[in-house]
């Protein structure tokens, strides 16, 4: 709260009761307090920051320390933006934690986050999300028809082991987590109108009934977690669509990241829409008229360069109720793009909007991209954004880096939007951070 120089002593006073008031209440209770026509600025982002091991118990051996580079790169990247709820990508899932919680996402809170890296302020997550994910698990079919099963290309979402490359949600204020919704079970073939894959070569489906009658639609899975703010919900749509590569002619990946990404145009969409849509546990239908939602996560799709379907990402972007009056960008992501030149010069998207490092088409790569995406309805005004790219002369680039780079190859995106809600709370303060871009 701000106080004009030209207000009354009794405003001042006030002020000062509040700030004590905050210094002494819990999270909880001001984060659900009474309601207020003053929308306070909230920070939501996403970070794909590559928490991913090669066997199901390593993630946990590596956080149970706290010494481990990578996540203490990861953590400082989260202490400078400090979002108040957070999207994790590529973060393993494992059973260990209890109901919508992981081990995994324990130990990083504990060991990484509530400790200070390199200076920076700990932050502390009181909530968590974490349900399992469709990697690794075994389908029983020869998804990429080369005759061989149960390789990791054949499992419901790529993986080499069950919760591979899964997702996590950190937030500051509570989940209803009754309310809840997962569609780590939904079928692809129960999307109307699906862009199903077609074997060019035979003009054939690539899938056969067989397939088609388990094949799910999410690669990792799709998450409805409502965020009560004050006395309002947010859904926070969370999901990681497949990347659009690493298969054939058919693009059997590229058809279902464009699916991925239609699942939630159709979910925010009320009525005939979004009818079609079950969760695990059989409720159908998506949002209802006039409900706040935040879309958040890397959807590996640029709207003008790289290898997904051309439209993909515009089912989101050019959706009518999707605000997109505030585009995320940086200046880290401008400068490497001059510096590492190559097919970066034939992009035709900006520069300063991407979000991923990808490789030069000399390694085989299709350069830097936007692919991480934080979507706010338009009921929810953007108050600013960014992507936490520093420039080489920043003293944070060191966090981000060149490859082999020391976080992710991806970047942390942000947007601070205004919630109807309490007019003071705890978190506002945390909005104030030099180093954001």
Same mark, same amino acid.
């Given at each position: ?41 909230? @920070? ?35 202490? @400078? ?51 399992? /994910?469709?990697?690794?698990?075994? $389908? ?8 061989? %099963? ?30 809840? @919704?997962?569609?780590?079970? !939904? ?27 388990? !094949? ?29 590569? %690493?298969?054939?002619?058919?693009? @059997? ?20 829409? $979004? ?31 790289? &290898? ?37 010069? %034939? ?61 992710? &190859? ?19 303060? /945390? ?7």
């Amino acid at each position: 709260m701000k106080s004009k120089i030209t207000k009354k002593r009794s405003k001042f006073i006030l002020l000062g009761v509040l700030v004590l008031i905050m210094a002494l209440t819990g999270p909880a209770a001001l984060a659900n307090g009474p309601a207020n026509k003053t929308p306070i600025p909230i @920070r939501f982002a996403t970070f794909n920051a590559s928490l991913n091991r090669n066997n199901p118990e390593q993630l946990i051996e590596d956080l149970s320390a706290r010494d481990n580079a990578h996540a203490k790169a990861v953590a400082e990247i989260i202490q @400078r933006t400090r979002p108040h709820v957070l999207l994790i990508n590529e973060f393993d899932y494992d059973d260990q934690g209890g109901e919508y919680d992981s081990l995994a996402a324990q130990l990083f809170q504990d060991n990484y986050l509530s400790i200070s890296q390199n200076g920076a302020e700990p932050i502390e997550y009181e909530y968590r999300f974490v349900a399992p /994910s469709n990697t690794g698990v075994p $389908s029983g079919r020869d998804f990429n028809k080369n005759g061989v %099963f149960e390789e990791p290309d054949d499992a419901f979402g790529f993986g080499f082991f069950p919760g591979q490359f899964g997702m996590v949600v950190y937030s500051m204020f509570s989940i209803d987590y009754d309310a809840a @919704r997962t569609f780590q079970l !939904f079928l692809w073939k129960d999307m109307p109108d699906a862009m199903l894959p077609i074997n060019p070569a035979t003009g054939e489906s690539w899938y056969d009934k067989g397939d088609l009658d388990v !094949f799910r639609l999410s690669s990792k899975s799709h998450w409805d977690v409502p965020i009560q703010i004050g006395r309002r919900t947010v859904h926070f749509l969370v999901s990681h669509p497949t990347p659009p590569v %690493f298969d054939g002619p058919e693009d @059997r990946n590229g058809t279902r990241n464009n699916d991925e990404i239609r699942f939630w145009a159709d979910y925010v969409s009320p009525g005939k829409k $979004s009818r079609y849509i079950y969760d695990d546990d059989g409720v159908s239908g998506g949002l209802k008229p006039g409900e706040m939602f935040v879309i958040a996560g890397d959807q590996n799709a640029d709207p003008f360069d790289g &290898d997904s379907v051309t439209g993909s990402i515009q089912q989101l972007l050019d959706h009518p109720l999707v605000n997109t009056k505030v585009t995320p960008d940086s200046e880290g992501g401008v400068e490497q793009s001059i510096l590492q030149d190559e097919n970066n010069d %034939f992009h035709l998207g900006d520069p300063a909007f991407d979000t991923a490092d990808f490789a030069e088409a000399t390694f085989g790569g299709p350069g830097n991209l936007r692919a991480d995406y934080v979507l706010p309805r338009k009921n929810l005004r953007i108050f600013d954004a960014g992507v936490f790219w520093p420039t080489t002369d920043d003293p944070l680039f060191g966090l981000v880096g060149t490859y082999p780079f020391p976080s992710s &190859d991806h970047r942390l995106v942000w947007i601070d939007v205004k919630v109807p809600g309490p007019r003071l709370s705890k978190y506002t303060n /945390s909005l104030k951070v030099k180093h954001t871009r």
